[in-house]
Structure formats: C-alpha cells, structure tokens
C-alpha cells in the first residue's frame, strides 16, 4: 500500500522555524514532482511548494517565497519543507502530495497521492 506520511509539526511562536518531513512507501518516489499544501479551518487547501524529481526545480507562492524551503532526498525516499519566519498565517495542516510526473504541479487536482497531514500552529 503506497503511503505519505508527513512528520514534524507542532507548536511554536512567531519568528519560530519547524521542518517537516514526508517519508513515501512509494516505488516511483525518486521520479515523482511532490508538494506541500495546507488549510487552515474554514479556507481551501492552499498550494506551498513543489519540487520537481530531480530537486533542481522549485517553486513557491508569494506567501512563503523567501521563507519556506522544500528539498527532497531522494535516496531516502523523503521531501521537507523547511519554514522559517514563522507567522500566525501559516497555522494550518500541511499535506504532502506526490504527482505522476516529473515536472513540478501547482495545482492541487494534478496530485495523485496524499498524506494524513500535520499540524502547525504559530502561535502569536
């Protein structure tokens, strides 16, 4: 059974850094574009980050530019998400997501495989 399961949220103050992890039972990880959603109560699920198969291709929304950082090792079968400069904003429940393709996916729909999620809370 293929699974994403994300590690490392949690609770932490303004300013704060958490990395999250997401381990995939999945065989074709390493040639699989993955991505970082979130949503927060009430609001629709919101595209993070993604990174193509390789690693050399990333991108971000406006909102994180600058502060989150995904990376993926593929020998491990594991994507993070670094966040630093933590706001009260970015509490939400994050999700993992793998695409059947190589190049990076913005676009929810486009993901074929999710994780359970994990919570972040900034507190303020």
């Known amino acids: 059974q293929v699974q994403l399961v994300e590690l490392g949220g949690g609770l932490v103050q303004t300013g704060g850094s958490l990395t999250l992890s997401c381990g995939a039972s999945v065989r074709t990880f390493r040639s699989r574009a993955m991505g970082w959603f979130r949503q927060a109560p009430g609001k629709d699920r919101e595209f993070v980050a993604t990174?193509?198969?390789?690693?050399?291709?990333?991108y971000y929304p406006d909102s994180v530019k600058g502060r989150f950082t995904i990376s993926r090792d593929n020998a491990n079968n594991t994507v993070y998400l670094q966040m630093n400069s933590l706001k009260p904003e970015d509490t939400a429940v994050y999700y993992c997501a793998a695409a059947p393709t190589h190049s990076i996916v913005v676009v929810s729909k486009d993901y074929d495989l999710w994780g359970q999620g994990t919570q972040v809370t900034v507190s303020s």
């Open positions: 990174i193509n198969w390789s690693g050399a291709s990333t």
